[in-house]
C-alpha cells in the first residue's frame, strides 16, 4: 500500500454518494495514511542513525503526499457538510412536530363548541405531521408517545360530548388487528434494518387509526404493546451483539495500547536496546491496523492514545540520540530544576494539593538522565530532604486533626447516652425545646472518623426517633419534626450545597405532579359545571381538590427551609 492507491482511494471516496459509513471510510483511509508516514520517518531515521551520532532525516512532502492531504480536506468538508444538513433537517423537523403536538395537546383539552370545525382542525394537524420528515432518533419515541397520546385524547375529549359510531370503532378495531397480525410477520424478520424500518412505520399507522370499542381497547393496545416490545428487544439484541463486538476490538486495542505504556526506555543506555524496542513498537503498529472499529468516540481516543504513546517513543528516542555527549549536563540541570521545585512545594500546607506534585516530582527525578553518581548523590540528598520536610509536616497535621475527629466522637456519642436516657418533664413544648437543644449541640460538634461517620450518625437519629414516639408526638409533628431534623443534617454536612439541591428536586418533582392534579380537576369543574346530575361527583372533586392544594402548601414551605 503506498500514497497512491490512498490517493485512488480517496477520489472514487468522493465520487460516491454521502452516507453514515462514509466518515468511516475516510478515517480507515486516513488510518493507513498516517500509519505509512509514521513507518517511512522511522525506517529513514533508522536506516541513516546506525551509530551514535545519527540525526533524524526530515522529509519533504511529495506532490502525491501534497495531492492527499487536499483530497482528504475536500472530503472532510463534504461529510461535514453532510452531517450538518442531515442534523439541521431532522432538528427543524422536531421543532416542526412539536409545535403539531402542542396544537393538538390545546384542541383535546379545550371546550369544543363545534364537532365539525373541531376534527376539521384536527385533521389538517394530522395532514401536516404525515408531511413533516424524520425526526433525530432520542427524540423519537418520545415524540411519537405524546403524538399518540394527545391523538387518542383528542377522540376520547370528542366522546364526551358524542359517542363514536359504532360502525366507526369495529373498522378501527379491524384496522388496528390488522396492524397487529402484520407486526407479528415483521417480528420474524432478521434484517434490522427492515425491521426498524417497518415497525415505524406501523407505529405511524396505529398512531392514525382513531379510537376503538372500549371493551377491545385494552386487549388490543396490549397485544400492540407486546409486539413492539418483542420486536424492540430484539433490535436492542442486535444492536447489543454489535457493540460487544466494537468492545471486544476496544479490548484488543487497549491490549496494544498497555503494551506500548508498559515499554519502559527511562533506563536505555545503548542504542541496541533502542532499536529492539523500535522493532516492538513496529509490529505493535501493524497489529493495531488490522483490528476492526470499536464505537466512534473511544475508537478515536484509543487511536489517540495510541499514536501519542508511539510518537512519545519516537520522540524519546530522538532525544537519546540528541543527547549522549551531553547527558551529565542535561541530568544535572534537570535534578537542580526539580529541587528548585521541591523546595518551593515544600512549605505548602495544601495537603491534597501539593502531595501529587511532589509525587509527580519524585517519579521525574526517577526518570531524568543521570548526572553522574557523586553529582547525583549529592543532588539526591538535597532533594530528598525538601521532600522529608513536607512529608513530616503532613503526618503531624493529619496526626493532629485524627486526635481532633476522635474527640469529637467521643462527644458524639456522651450526647446519645444522653438523649437515650432523657426523661419528659411533662410539658410538650419544653420537651421539644430540649430535643432542640440535643439538636443544636450535635449540630455543633465538629468532623468524625469518616469510618465512623455512618454508624454514629444513625444512632443519633434512632435515639431522636426514639425519644419522639416516647412523647407521643402526632403524625404531622412527627413528619415535621424529621423534616426539620434532615435539613439541620444537611446543614452540618461538607456538602450540604449539592444535598439541599437534591432534595428541593425531588419535592419540587412532587409539587409539579400535584400542581398537574389541581389544574386538570380544575379543568374537570368547568365540564361537571355544565353536567346534570353530577353533584355528588362536583363535591368529591372539590374535596380532593382542597387535600391537594393543602399537600402543596406543605411542600412549598418545605422547599423555603432549604434554601440557606
Not at 427492515?194 to 415505524?200: A, D, N, W
Not at 407505529?203 to 416490545?229: A, H, V
Not at 509490529?283 to 472499529?293: H, M, N, P, R, V
Request: glycine share 2%.
Amino acid at each position: 500500500m503506498n500514497t497512491n492507491d490512498l490517493i485512488k482511494q480517496l477520489e472514487l471516496l468522493l465520487q460516491e454518494e454521502i452516507t453514515e459509513n462514509t466518515s468511516s471510510k475516510l478515517d480507515a483511509i486516513h488510518h493507513q495514511y498516517y500509519a505509512l508516514q509514521k513507518t517511512t520517518v522511522a525506517t529513514a531515521n533508522i536506516d541513516k542513525g546506525a551509530t551514535d551520532e545519527s540525526e533524524p532525516i526530515e522529509i519533504v512532502p511529495s506532490d502525491e503526499e501534497i495531492k492527499y492531504k487536499q483530497l482528504y480536506t475536500d472530503a472532510k468538508a463534504s461529510i461535514e457538510k453532510y452531517v450538518i444538513a442531515k442534523a439541521t433537517n431532522k432538528n427543524n423537523n422536531l421543532i416542526a412536530k412539536r409545535e403539531i403536538i402542542v396544537q393538538l395537546k390545546e384542541l383535546a383539552e379545550s371546550q369544543m363548541d363545534s364537532l365539525g370545525d373541531s376534527f376539521k382542525k384536527f385533521n389538517e394537524l394530522k395532514d401536516k405531521w404525515r408531511t413533516i420528515g424524520n425526526v433525530p432518533e432520542k427524540h423519537y419515541i418520545a415524540l411519537q408517545r405524546d403524538y399518540r397520546f394527545y391523538n387518542e385524547q383528542f377522540f376520547y375529549t370528542i366522546k364526551i360530548f358524542k359517542d363514536l359510531q359504532e360502525h366507526d370503532l369495529k373498522k378501527n378495531g379491524i384496522l388496528k388487528n390488522e396492524i397487529i397480525e402484520k407486526l407479528q410477520k415483521l417480528s420474524t424478520l432478521e434484517n434490522i434494518k427492515e425491521l426498524e424500518s417497518g415497525v415505524k412505520s406501523l407505529q405511524n399507522e396505529w398512531d392514525e387509526i382513531g379510537p376503538t370499542i372500549d371493551t377491545e381497547w385494552e386487549k388490543l393496545r396490549d397485544s400492540f404493546k407486546e409486539l413492539l416490545n418483542t420486536i424492540y428487544q430484539k433490535i436492542q439484541a442486535h444492536h447489543h451483539a454489535i457493540y460487544e463486538s466494537m468492545s471486544k476490538n476496544l479490548e484488543l486495542k487497549n491490549e496494544l495500547i498497555e503494551r506500548i505504556s508498559a515499554l519502559d526506555t527511562s533506563n536505555f543506555i545503548s542504542p541496541k536496546q533502542w532499536e529492539d524496542a523500535t522493532k516492538l513498537v513496529l509490529s505493535t503498529q501493524e497489529a493495531y491496523k488490522k483490528i476492526g472499529f470499536a464505537k466512534k468516540k473511544e475508537n478515536e481516543d484509543s487511536w489517540i492514545k495510541f499514536r501519542e504513546l508511539c510518537n512519545s517513543f519516537f520522540d524519546n528516542k530522538k532525544e537519546y540520540y540528541n543527547a549522549l555527549k551531553s547527558k551529565n549536563d542535561i541530568g544535572k540541570n534537570a535534578k537542580e530544576f526539580l529541587i528548585k521545585k521541591a523546595e518551593e512545594l515544600s512549605k505548602s500546607i495544601e495537603w491534597n494539593i501539593t502531595t501529587p506534585k511532589i509525587l509527580a516530582l519524585q517519579k521525574e527525578w526517577k526518570e531524568a538522565p543521570s548526572a553522574g553518581h557523586i553529582t547525583d548523590n549529592k543532588l539526591w540528598e538535597a532533594f530528598r530532604t525538601h521532600c522529608d520536610f513536607f512529608f513530616n509536616a503532613k503526618k503531624q497535621n493529619y496526626e493532629s486533626l485524627i486526635q481532633t475527629e476522635q474527640e469529637n466522637l467521643s462527644k458524639k456519642l456522651q450526647l446519645i447516652t444522653r438523649i437515650q436516657g432523657f426523661s419528659s418533664v411533662g410539658e410538650l413544648p419544653k420537651d421539644l425545646a430540649q430535643i432542640q437543644a440535643f439538636k443544636d449541640e450535635w449540630n455543633s460538634i465538629g468532623f468524625v472518623p469518616k469510618a465512623e461517620k455512618d454508624k454514629v450518625t444513625k444512632l443519633y437519629n434512632d435515639a431522636i426517633q426514639d425519644t419522639l414516639k416516647k412523647l407521643n408526638v402526632s403524625e404531622g409533628q412527627l413528619n415535621e419534626i424529621k423534616f426539620n431534623s434532615m435539613v439541620d443534617n444537611i446543614k452540618n454536612n461538607p456538602e450540604a450545597s449539592q444535598l439541599a439541591k437534591a432534595e428541593k428536586m425531588k419535592l419540587k418533582e412532587e409539587l409539579n405532579k400535584l400542581e398537574n392534579s389541581i389544574s386538570q380537576k380544575e379543568n374537570n369543574l368547568l365540564f361537571f359545571a355544565k353536567s346534570k346530575n353530577a353533584n355528588s361527583m362536583l363535591d368529591d372533586v372539590k374535596k380532593q381538590l382542597e387535600n391537594e392544594k393543602a399537600q402543596a402548601q406543605i411542600l412549598k414551605d418545605k422547599i423555603k427551609k432549604l434554601v440557606f
